[in-house]
């Protein structure tokens, strides 16, 4: 993995929002958080509470509005190669072979060709891909798919991961596999994550914490953050065990307690 290796940034927000033109109110408001390098922070929350709006801004699609943003201790002013997103709906280029989407990001970035070659054999090998390596995307099942997507951000040897829903699309069987093969390569890497998903299980699998959100412009709430759960399980998690059925239970509380501003959730929820 040596190849794809880069310093993993911190992610630090300063009561960041977003007010979006013409809105009546701010779609996010008031998010301070310091993800530390090397960290999985997993982002839950009801539909339209603003998870994807809190990653497009720490890619640089879009613009905070309020506070501060910075990756690595530099403003966030645009999308950059050390930040890699992946979405839900792969985002593959259907005409270029696995190697080739690949090597996209490389090639883009003008670097040697031996040093792209080195890039897409290392990140194809890292997702297990090799067999499939000149195949095209609509040969490959959706979790293959959702590997070269992986494997094409890792390829660019981002500091951070940014991804929203990425396994939202697969069957439950081909999810805990990805689920397991993303802490395998986050490990490996060392890389910094922030993962916004729906299934609270996912996200007390794989995050050191998760960042609860709640409200949304629907319900006429700034999208906010709720709690930060620490997910204190060391060692190798089991979702079928009693502590980590706990912290899901309090996550699921917090996430449907409704939609006002402040709300408390006991502990033994
Ligand atoms: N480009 C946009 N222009 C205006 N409003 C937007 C835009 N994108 C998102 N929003 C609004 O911001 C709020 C949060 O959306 P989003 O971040 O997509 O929520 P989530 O990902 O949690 O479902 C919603 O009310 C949504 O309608
Ligand atoms: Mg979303």
């Not at 033109?21 to 839950?44: F, L, T, Y």
């Not at 912290?247 to 449907?256: F, K, N, Q, S, T």
Request: glycine letters at 10%.
């Amino acid at each position: 993995m040596s190849t794809l290796t880069q310093n993993a940034a911190d992610i630090v927000m300063n009561d960041v929002g977003k007010s979006y033109p013409g809105a009546p109110i701010s779609a996010v408001e008031g998010v301070d958080i310091s993800v530390h390098a090397g960290e999985v922070v997993c982002i839950v929350g009801a539909s339209g509470c603003g998870k994807s709006t809190l990653l497009r801004m720490v890619a640089g699609f879009e613009a905070i509005t309020h506070g501060s943003l910075t990756v690595a201790g530099t403003a966030v002013t645009g999308p950059g190669p050390d930040r890699g997103v992946v979405f839900q709906d792969y985002g593959l280029f259907p005409w270029l072979s696995v190697r080739e989407n690949i090597e996209y990001g490389p090639r883009q970035a003008h670097l040697p060709r031996t040093v792209v070659k080195e890039r897409a054999t290392a990140a194809v090998e890292a997702v297990g891909l090799s067999r499939v390596a000149e195949s095209f995307p609509h040969q490959l099942s959706g979790g293959m798919q959702q590997r070269v997507a992986i494997a094409r951000l890792l390829a660019n040897t981002p500091s951070v991961m940014l991804m929203d829903e990425p396994f939202g699309a697969l069957d439950a069987l081909t999810r805990t596999e990805m689920q397991h093969e993303l802490q395998r390569i986050q490990r490996d890497a060392g890389i910094t994550v922030l993962f916004v998903t729906h299934s609270i299980e996912e996200a007390v699998y794989l995050g050191d914490r998760v960042l609860v959100m709640a409200g949304g412009t629907a319900h006429g709430i700034p999208g906010h953050v709720r709690e930060i759960v620490t997910v204190d399980l060391p060692g190798e998690r089991d979702v079928n065990s009693p502590e980590f059925n706990a912290i899901e239970r309090r996550i699921d509380a917090l996430v449907h307690a409704g939609n006002t501003h402040r709300v408390e959730v006991p502990v033994t929820a």
